[in-house]
């Protein structure tokens, strides 16, 4: 027999906002809950293991878009899983130019503050760059 439990204990479980469990259901991310006889949402372990894909996914920086493909492929699996890692390989492509956007901004920023000669604001390094973007490297 499968075990079901209120919205409150599957948010509890995976550390989720009852608006944002709600929320995935109206977008059809997560499958809707049974309805008890008092008119209570129920879920069960299906949606335990739904919710719980979902979040990792999204701490690892899914879109909820990529999150609907992979499970849509997920419920096929005898389906070849190229899709799957076509999704995974775009995602970490997209992940590899926000680092390399960083650490531009990164090398930006500590040249800004070692420019800085700690004098009196009106010679600031960082107040001038900022004001002034020509003087920004961090295009270079």
């Not at 070849?80 to 956007?101: F, M, T, Y």
Request: glycine share 4%; net charge neutral.
């Amino acid at each position: 027999m499968t075990q079901e439990f209120m919205i409150g204990e599957l948010a509890k479980r995976t550390d989720t906002k009852v608006q944002t469990i709600r929320y995935y259901e109206d977008i059809g991310v997560m499958p809707r809950a049974i309805r008890a006889e008092n008119n209570r949402r129920l879920y069960n372990d299906t949606h335990l293991e739904r919710l719980t894909f979902v979040r990792h996914s999204r701490e690892l920086g899914f879109s909820l878009d990529d999150i609907r493909n992979l499970l849509e492929l997920a419920d096929q699996p005898n389906r070849p899983c190229g899709e799957v890692d076509a999704i995974a390989r775009q995602h970490l492509n997209a992940v590899e130019r926000k680092i390399a956007s960083l650490q531009v901004l990164q090398a930006e920023l500590k040249r800004m503050i070692d420019k800085c000669s700690g004098g009196a604001i009106s010679d600031c390094r960082i107040i001038q760059v900022l004001a002034d973007h020509s003087l920004c490297q961090c295009h270079e």
